[in-house]
Nanobody, 122 residues
């Protein structure tokens, strides 16, 4: 399993970005969940959004109403659309995946991780 994130960068406060995570390798016949995490310097890794193979989603309170997770099954890609960004959103963003249908926001629930993409809001 390999996860490759893209779409990070620098943006002004109030702006938007869309992150993408391409999943290759074993996809467990499509029965899987994917999630986005982020980690700022000196802070713990935070689960912010998850989507499962049935299209169900959950969000952390810190991003609810501003971020949207979605998935293109044909492209094996999950996206994170981010709006109304602020300095608190500055972090390295990681995607993760696991077999099984249930959404989770705990890092220990996920077996496979990407290398991350940096988002900086100024």
């Amino acid at each position: 399993v390999q996860l490759v994130e893209s779409g990070g960068g620098s943006v002004q406060a109030g702006g938007s970005l869309r992150l993408a995570c391409k999943h290759s390798g074993d996809t467990w016949s499509g029965v899987l969940s994917m999630a986005w995490f982020r980690q700022a310097p000196t802070k713990a890794r935070e689960g912010i959004a998850s989507i499962d193979s049935l299209g169900r989603t959950i969000y952390a309170d810190s991003v609810k109403g501003r971020f949207t997770i979605s998935r293109d099954k044909d492209k094996d890609t999950v996206y994170l659309q981010m709006h109304s960004l602020n300095s608190e959103d500055t972090a390295m963003y990681y995607c993760a995946t696991k077999p099984g249908t249930y959404c989770r926001l705990g890092a220990s629930d996920y077996s496979y991780w990407g290398q991350g993409t940096q988002v900086t809001v100024s």
